[in-house]
C-alpha cells in the first residue's frame, strides 16, 4: 500500500477538489451579475421573445386562413344564389342569433339551451369514460393476467361504431338521458385504456425501480410515479377521445331524441332551413374548439416542456 499513493496522484486529487468560489468562473466579476450569466439571461429573454413571436405569428395565419375560409363560403354562396343549398355567412349568422334565444322547432328551446343539453351529455359520458378507461388500463399495465384477459374484448369492441349499439341502448335503456351518456362511455373506454397502457409502457422503467427502491409500494408507484409521467400521453387520449364523444352525441340526437344540437340539425335539415344547419355546426366546432383549447391547456401543465 506504501506504493499506491503517488505526488502526481496528489496533485490531480488537489486540483479536482477546489474550495467554493475557486473553480473556473468563480473570480472577480462571475457573480449572479457576472457578464456571463448576462450573457445567458438575455439568451433565454431572446428565446422567449422568439417564442412568443412564433406563436402570435401562428395565430395569425390561422385567424387569416378561417378568415379566407368565411371569405371564399360568402363569395360562394353569392354566386350560387340559392339559400336552401348554400346559405351566406350574414344569413347563417342572422339564423344563429335569431335561434339564440327563440326556440326551435316552436315547441322546442332555444339554441343555447340545446347546447346545454349537448354538453351535459358529453361531459357526464366523457368524464365516466376517461376515469373507467384510465384505471382499466392502468390495471391491464399492472397486471400481466388482467391484460390478457382484457386485451382481446377490448380490440373487440374498438373497431366498432358505437351508434351501431344504439337499438340495444334504447331497448336495455329506454329513450332518456342514460342510453346516450352510455353511448359515449362505450367509445371512451377503450380508446382511453389502449392509450393509458400504451403511455405506462412508455414510462422508463428507471423511475419504477427508484421508487420501489425507496419503499414505494407498487400500487404508490403506480398513481404517484408512473401515471404521472404518462399523464401528457394520457391528455393527448383524451383529446382524441372527446372528438369522437362529439360524433357519437351529434348522431344519436339525429336518431332517438328530442333536444341537442344534434336534434336541432336533423330537424332544420327536415324544413330545409340550410342556414340554421350550418350555425349549428358552427356551434359544435367552436364548441369542440374551446374543449380542447382546454385540454392543452391541462397538457401545458402536465409537461411544463411544452411551455414557451
Not at 439568451?43 to 405569428?57: F, M, P, Y
Not at 395565430?59 to 378568415?67: D, E, F, M, Q, S
Not at 388482467?146 to 331497448?171: G, N, Q
Not at 349549428?280 to 374548439?289: D, E, F, Q, S, Y
Amino acid at each position: 500500500m506504501a506504493g499506491w499513493y503517488s505526488p502526481d496522484m496528489g496533485a490531480a486529487v488537489i486540483e479536482d477538489v477546489r474550495l467554493p468560489g475557486s473553480g473556473p468562473g468563480s473570480g472577480p466579476g462571475s457573480g449572479p451579475g457576472a457578464p456571463g450569466d448576462l450573457d445567458d439571461r438575455a439568451e433565454l429573454i431572446a428565446h422567449r421573445r422568439a417564442r412568443r413571436r412564433a406563436k402570435a405569428r401562428r395565430l395569425a395565419t390561422g385567424a387569416a386562413g378561417i378568415a379566407a375560409l368565411l371569405v371564399l363560403w360568402q363569395a360562394a354562396a353569392m354566386a350560387l344564389g340559392d339559400q336552401v343549398a348554400l346559405p351566406s355567412v350574414s344569413q347563417t349568422v342572422a339564423q344563429f342569433a335569431h335561434y339564440l334565444n327563440h326556440p326551435y322547432p316552436a315547441q322546442g328551446k332555444p339554441l343555447w339551451y340545446d347546447l346545454y343539453i349537448s354538453l351535459r351529455r358529453i361531459l357526464i359520458g366523457f368524464a365516466i369514460g376517461v376515469a373507467g378507461g384510465v384505471a382499466l388500463g392502468s390495471a391491464m399495465s399492472a397486471s400481466r393476467v388482467i391484460r390478457h384477459l382484457v386485451d382481446p374484448v377490448i380490440e373487440i369492441l374498438r373497431p366498432l361504431p358505437p351508434l351501431a349499439f344504439i337499438p340495444l341502448f334504447i331497448v336495455w335503456l329506454g329513450i332518456g338521458e342514460t342510453p346516450k351518456e352510455v353511448l359515449i362511455i362505450v367509445g371512451v373506454v377503450p380508446l382511453m385504456a389502449v392509450m393509458t397502457v400504451a403511455a405506462l409502457d412508455e414510462v422508463p422503467e428507471d423511475l419504477r425501480l427508484c421508487a420501489r427502491t425507496l419503499g414505494a409500494s407498487r400500487w404508490y408507484t403506480l398513481l404517484h410515479v408512473q401515471i404521472r409521467a404518462a399523464l401528457p400521453f394520457i391528455l393527448t387520449g383524451m383529446r382524441l377521445a372527446m372528438a369522437g364523444a362529439w360524433s357519437s352525441i351529434v348522431a344519436v340526437e339525429m336518431i332517438a331524441a328530442t333536444s341537442g344540437l344534434g336534434y336541432v340539425i336533423q330537424q332544420a335539415g327536415d324544413y330545409l332551413d340550410t342556414a340554421l344547419v350550418f350555425a349549428g355546426i358552427l356551434v359544435i366546432a367552436v364548441t369542440a374548439l374551446v374543449i380542447d383549447v382546454g385540454l392543452r391547456g391541462l397538457l401545458l401543465l402536465a409537461d411544463p416542456s411544452r411551455r414557451g
